[in-house]
């Protein structure tokens, strides 16, 4: 996360034209997602109707939503948090936006939350992954995915707020570190199946590489990532990614940017939820976002739903046909 007094996508537009100046050969860079879009055509998904805004988030409190996640144990239930600038907090809402209540997560620190996952486990719980994971200044060496337990939504949460917060199970830290650089990332995963964790770092001048965190990983010491493979989306930049989640069925990936989402499906024949990194991204459109950084599949794996940065966010869902 920038410092407040610099929007974050007009630091990044100075930036990559900085680098463009730099290296050259960059005469034509995106100012805009029309400009954008002239990179994705010719490779967009035939699966997705066309975006709908469905609602907007109501509450004051959620000023820079930058990830997003659907609740598999909850009814129409979606979780979501600021970015950097916020204490740990995380919050409810509807699908139409509607507050169900702030949280307090019990045992967490929010240095920089750039995305939230969750997945139902194998004792039928719903368990949310909370990525304390950016590092815009590249001076972390250490981060921290914090893991814990769903709330349970009621009527008397939705008085809940900073000030008089509901308050979490205590959660439990997962720490990790790169196998080579230190990482900017704002994309964090977890199969649904597995329990395996991915991150994508966040590139400006290439391709974004792809990090696991398997399953079976220590909570009291620091994990090493294993880089798996450089990534790239059909945009300019092609590794500027701002959000991600995996199906209900472990059998796609949704990531997004700032302007579009791009979606990957794990051949039939495959063996390796991995070989997914090797297919060819498809394009699946979202809409006008002014920023966006946040998306995640339906309970049902049937939609996409996509947010964006500042106050009063729409909220966009793309149905698969």
Known sequence: MLKKTIPKFFAFVISFSAVCLIFSGCSSVFSSRDENSKNTNGNSSSNYDKPKVVGKIESAEIKESSGIAASKCQTDVFWTHNDSGDDAFIYAFNKKGEKLGTWRVTGAKNHDWEDIAQIKNANGECVLYIGDIGNNTRVRDEFTIYRVKEPKISAENKSSS??????????????????????????????????????????????????????????????????????????????????????????????????TA????????????????????????????????????????????????????????????
Request: aromatic share 8%; glycine share 6%; charged share 30%.
């Open 162 to 259: 900073k000030k008089n917060p509901a308050i979490t199970e205590t959660s439990e830290a997962i720490k990790f570190t790169y196998p080579e650089m230190r990482r900017d990332a704002e994309t964090l995963m977890v199969h649904p199946l597995t329990g395996d964790v991915y991150i994508l770092s966040k590139r400006l001048s290439g391709a974004a590489a792809v990090y696991k965190l398997k399953n079976g990983f220590a909570l009291n010491k620091s994990n090493k990532l294993e880089k798996i493979t450089d990534f790239s989306v059909p945009a300019i930049p092609n590794g500027f990614l701002t959000g991600g989640d995996i199906s209900p069925d472990g059998k796609r990936v949704i990531i997004c940017d700032y302007f």
């Open 262 to 321: 791009y979606e990957l499906v794990l051949p039939e024949k495959a063996k390796n939820f991995d070989e997914i990194w090797k297919e060819t991204p498809a394009v699946v459109e979202l809409g006008a976002r002014e920023q966006g950084e946040s998306i995640a599949y339906s309970a049902d794996g049937k939609s996409v739903f996509a947010g964006s940065e500042n106050k009063k966010s729409p909220l966009i869902e793309v149905k698969r046909k």
